[in-house]
C-alpha cells in the first residue's frame, strides 16, 4: 500500500505544481478527490511553497483553485461521507486507486479536463449537441435549429 500512497502523493503534488491558470478542470468525483487529499495528507508530510505542512482544509483548498471546482464549505463533510458510505457498493477510494494504478500511471491526471469542464452548460429544453460536436460549436447548431423551425 506504500507504493500506492507515494504514487497518489506524486500526483497530488503535480496538480499542485500547476497553475489555475491553465484552464485545468476535474471531471470526477468531489468525494474522490477531497479523499486523495486527506489520505495524502495523513500519510506523508506534504509542504507549501513556504515550508509549512499542509492541513486537509488547505490542500483542498489549493486542488479545488487549481482545478477549478467550487469549494465546498465544510469539506469534512465530504470526508466523512467517504468514510461512511451508505447505501452505496462502492470499493474505497483507495482500492480503487490501486487497480487504476495498474492500468495508467497517473490516474488522477485521467480525470483532469482542459478547457469548459465536466459539463457543457445546457439546459434540458435546448438541443445538446450532436455527437462528435464541440461545445464551443453548439451555438451555431442552436441558429440553424432555430432557422429551420
Known sequence: ?????????????AILALAPADNLHWCGSHTDLFEA??????????????????????????????????EPHNPRAYLYKAKHRKNVRQVPFQQRYAQCLQQMP????????????????FSSSSPQPAAGMHVAD???ALDATRREG
Request: aromatic fraction near 6%.
Open 1 to 13: 500500500m506504500d507504493i500506492i500512497l507515494r504514487a497518489l502523493k506524486n500526483e497530488i503534488s
Open 37 to 70: 487529499a486527506a489520505l495524502v495528507c495523513t500519510s506523508f508530510p506534504l509542504y507549501t511553497s513556504a515550508g509549512q505542512l499542509y492541513r486537509v482544509g488547505p490542500l483542498i483548498h489549493e486542488l479545488c483553485l487549481r482545478l477549478h471546482l467550487d
Open 106 to 121: 497517473r490516474p488522477l491526471f485521467a480525470m483532469i479536463r482542459v478547457g469548459e469542464g465536466k459539463e457543457p452548460p
Open 138 to 140: 453548439a451555438p451555431d
